[in-house]
């Protein structure tokens, strides 16, 4: 009999998945186990089992990756156009390619080093991506891979993230002026028109935030990564919070100081350039918030940085996480765009996962989760406008920074902008508090309990969904 159409194979290598929720020792033990028992059904010496434990991963990771490399070229033979979208400027690359799909990697490299050019806009033409490049994986992404993806994925020490990030942030805020927008936020805005200004829809997300996290005047606000400081400069001006934030970027910090200067509120805006490992843990919060900067802490340290934001937030308090998430139900472009986007843009971001991950983070560390929201089609809109402003300040970024960095960027933001649309890539939304025994609307005495659930959530002032 055959199958009901609905019993396919899950989306994406299940064992992917069921690696990144293990422990450690659970997976030292399954080739140890397995290993034992070929040793002693096969009647074989220590020798024979310490080999078996070291090869049983490495054959298991190289199959994979195998079988990923193999299918990712298989069903993307359709000639291709591409000629009228591109002017070649490399014979190679023209007796190479001409008439087939090119694996989009080797296209963006082309272009980036001036092979090629655009004949339009790079935007419209990757929105005939489909027909035009196929996305497969090349020598190029196994060398990433192995040679610095793993590394970054594997160790997240304090001194490898800040040889990663501080380069990224410190680039020059000239640089992020020229996309941006007024609010330097580098984050979604949200959106009321497709066509929205951007300005407005990031000043409606930072009011989302502060009103999300309950903030009033007087209460104590951290920022995990507070980037130049568009968070604790609104909400010490428009909420009356004291609010510190913290950045590996010294460029950054001056930026958020002058914007607090000059929006009058240096007295209850402070900023830091340390890790977030550095951080007083002493200190408690009424309010924790985190935009898009615990993808770098990576998966290995999430769950002590999830109990470190819950050791220092208030028994009362808020904890708002706004985290850059992708799909489970993947597609060979996502993985593709999500080694682009490691080695280019957003280097060592490897917690940037299906929106499983996060929710169980903050629920093995001890978090209730109140709300969470999808916001992938408001990021869309937004890298959509970032993508206009770059393109507009061409002129600009070239005389600063060269050919080479502007190219990288437009690829960067069209590429994203279409991501971002159809669902690969997103932005979560995720507000919680701690768990707690009891509630002040469970015993008798409210004065045993550290939290009013009831008190806090029902009224005028409760966790609204965006929309």
Known sequence: MDKPQYHQPTHGPTIIFMLLEQKFGVL???PILVALFATLLLQQGILFFLLTTLLLPVITIL??????YASSWSGQNEPSNWHEYVTVHDEAFLKRWQGKKVPINIFYEAYMDQKLDVNGDVLDLFMERNNLFRFSFTFEHIWFYVTTFLKQNLGHSLAQDASEIQPVYNRGNDFYEFFLGKYMKYSSGIFRDPDGDLDEAQERMLDLVCQQTQMKPGMKHFDFGCGWGSLVVHAAEKFGTDSRGITLASEQAEYTRAQAKAHGVA???H???????HVDTSVKYDVITCLEMSEHVGIRNYQKFMQQVKFMLKEDGVFYLQIAGLRRAWQYEDLVWGLY???????GADASCPLSFPVSQLERAGFEIHRVENTGVHYSLTIKAWYYNWKENREAIVESYGEWWFRLWMIFLAWSTVIAAQGSSTVYMITSTKNHKNDARSVKDPNNAAIDRI???????PIAMQQ
């Open 267 to 269: 007295n209850k805006v």
């Open 28 to 30: 030292l033990a399954v």
């Open 341 to 347: 986007m490691g080695k280019y843009i957003f280097p």
């Open 63 to 68: 199959g994979l990756l195998g079988k990923l």
């Open 455 to 461: 008190g806090k959530w029902v009224g005028n002032d």
């Open 271 to 277: 900023i830091d350039v340390m890790d977030y490992r």
